[in-house]
């Protein structure tokens, strides 16, 4: 979750605020962060001597359950998502 969050804050729309939901899900814990932004989250290339870049890679390699985002209706933004099974 904290990735997720971290990641919309730093790369959402300046000055608008982000909402974070933890559920459970079909005997998985659901991780989802929305803001405002349309832009798709971008896993970037592994660069050793970069100081970040790697919490998307991540979560992605712990998510047992899947990740990935989706666009909201009408144009508000977008809901980023995780699941790790139990």
């Not at 998985?28 to 870049?53: C, K, Q, T």
Request: overall charge negative; proline content about 5%.
């Amino acid at each position: 979750m904290s990735e997720l969050a971290t990641n919309a804050v730093v790369h959402a729309v300046e000055g608008h605020e982000i909402q974070a939901w933890v559920t459970l899900v079909d005997l998985a814990i659901e991780f989802r962060v929305w803001d405002p932004s349309h832009a798709p989250p971008v896993v970037p290339e592994a660069d050793v001597e970069a100081e970040g870049g790697r919490g998307l890679m991540m979560v992605r390699l712990l998510a047992t359950g899947g990740c990935g985002y989706r666009h909201v209706g009408g144009g508000r933004g977008k809901v980023v998502w995780a699941r790790l099974t139990l």
